[in-house]
């Protein structure tokens, strides 16, 4: 028997068909404001450092070169401004590079807590400078083998453990800690700082986005750590998380595939 109404079951079709097209389109509309905004952000980002290194080297050709210690101060934050912008462009890159696929995560197997050693002997410096402890807990655990990309993950506790240091107290206490389920690794970076707010957490890991503009500016930051972050563990086929109480610190947690 046929179709009692034709015309019903066609009009079914077409609802759904463009419901499906609108929908399509309300995706693509969405990606667009996305990338716009992103070029915004990444050309005021840019601009900014240019322009202070701009200044202080105009400043500089204008007289400010005769008095040498003028001379010194603005030559340092014209060099400071520039580091920055090396900084930001090598972020943005790696970034990219991630988002468009380029680079594919290496699966080696890694050992994460000499990973993490090399890591806080790098950031020692800086964790000196501000009188902050490192620790890698627990001492009995002498290998954390994983599955991970090497370059990748080093970068991951890099972000982490300088911010934990950037971010957290003078005479601060930085904690890496490995725990292990059978097939897992969990692996938290916990600090003492003066923590998150509450409704700034769930945006952290977005691109640009910090707590606090001007603070995280003068500590050297680009805006692009966590967002990092979250992309190399999310290619790792995993996911972070963050917890934080005010004043009593912030933690991040991720967990990694164990290597056999
Ligand atoms: P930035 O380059 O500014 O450090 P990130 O993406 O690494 O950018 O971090 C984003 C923001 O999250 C920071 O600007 C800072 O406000 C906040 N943040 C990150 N880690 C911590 C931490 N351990 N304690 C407190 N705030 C943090």
């Not at 995706?27 to 990338?35: A, G």
């Not at 380029?102 to 994460?112: A, G, N, P, T, Y």
């Not at 986005?209 to 692009?224: A, H, I, N, Q």
């Amino acid at each position: 028997v046929s179709d009692p109404n034709p015309l019903k079951k066609l009009n079914q079709e077409i609802f759904v068909y463009v419901a499906r097209k609108q929908q399509e389109i309300d995706e693509l509309k969405k990606m667009e404001v996305f990338r716009r905004e992103f070029l915004a952000d990444v050309s005021h980002e840019l601009k900014t450092p240019i322009f202070a290194a701009q200044g202080f080297i105009h400043t500089l050709l204008d007289g400010a070169m005769d008095d040498e210690k003028v001379r010194d101060k603005f030559l340092q934050k014209a060099a400071k401004s520039l580091d920055g912008l090396d900084a930001l462009v090598k972020d943005l890159v790696a970034l990219s590079q991630m988002e468009t696929g380029e680079i594919r995560m290496r699966k080696d197997r890694v050992d994460l807590r000499l990973i993490t050693l090399e890591v806080c002997e790098q950031l020692e410096n800086k964790a000196n400078q501000r009188n902050t402890v490192l620790k890698i807990k627990p001492d009995r655990m002498l290998h954390v083998w994983v599955k991970a990309d090497p370059q990748r993950i080093s970068q991951v506790m890099t972000n982490l453990i300088e911010n934990a240091i950037k971010y957290g107290n003078d005479n601060g206490k930085v904690i890496v800690h490995f725990e292990e389920d059978k097939k897992h690794f969990l692996i938290t970076v916990r600090d003492n700082g003066p923590g998150i707010p509450p409704e700034h957490l769930s945006r952290i890991f977005e691109r640009f986005y910090r707590v606090d503009k001007s603070r995280s500016k003068e500590k050297g930051g680009t805006g692009l750590g966590l967002a990092i972050v979250k992309h190399i563990i999310n290619a790792h086929g995993s996911k972070i998380t963050v917890t934080s109480k005010i004043d009593k610190g912030t933690t991040f947690t991720f967990k990694l595939d164990k290597a056999d």
